[in-house]
């Protein structure tokens, strides 16, 4: 019956946070889903955490890239135990824009966070997916560096 019970619980869940937009609410969801040993609740509370969380809107290539600064700031926060921020990402983004950015460390070598985001099951919010999902945004030198970058980690998102 326990199961029957917790699987009931992580359903209710997952409807929770499909419906919210609070991040201080999602972040209080994958804590307490952490603390209870609920992974699948946790993954999904920070996906929708980093999914409302960039000040851009939604479905354009600002918002997916702040939306994979913002994951990669929560990995290394998980890793490490406190808050890190992106200094040298957010400063280039600055003074870049945020095109020139993902385009840059697509042709660049594999940085950690693309690993870390893989690692964490969120090969979609690396600067690697996000170019893809834009194919109208960059030429095909940085879709074709993206592609064999995300291939190699055993992801095929390019269509």
């Known amino acids: 019956m326990k199961n029957a019970k917790t699987e009931a619980q992580v359903v209710n869940a997952l409807r929770i946070i499909d419906r919210c937009t609070d991040p201080k609410q999602l972040e209080r969801i994958a804590e307490n889903a952490f603390r209870h040993g609920q992974d699948s609740v946790r993954h999904a509370a920070l996906l929708k955490l980093y999914a409302v969380s960039p000040a851009a809107e939604p479905r354009t ?12 700031e929560g990995a290394l926060k998980d890793e490490r135990g406190k808050t890190v921020l992106l200094s040298r990402t957010r400063q280039k983004i600055k003074r870049d824009g945020e095109h020139r950015t993902v385009a840059d460390l697509v042709l660049g ?10 690692e964490r099951g969120m090969p979609q919010l ?17 879709l074709s560096a993206a592609d064999a970058r995300l291939q190699a980690a055993g992801f095929h998102l390019r269509g």
């Open 61 to 72: 290539l600002k918002h997916d890239v702040w939306q994979s600064v913002f994951a990669l």
């Open 126 to 142: 690396t600067f690697e997916a996000v170019a893809l999902h834009y194919p109208e945004e960059f030429d095909e030198e940085v």
């Open 109 to 118: 070598k594999v940085a950690d966070g693309f690993l870390m985001l893989v």
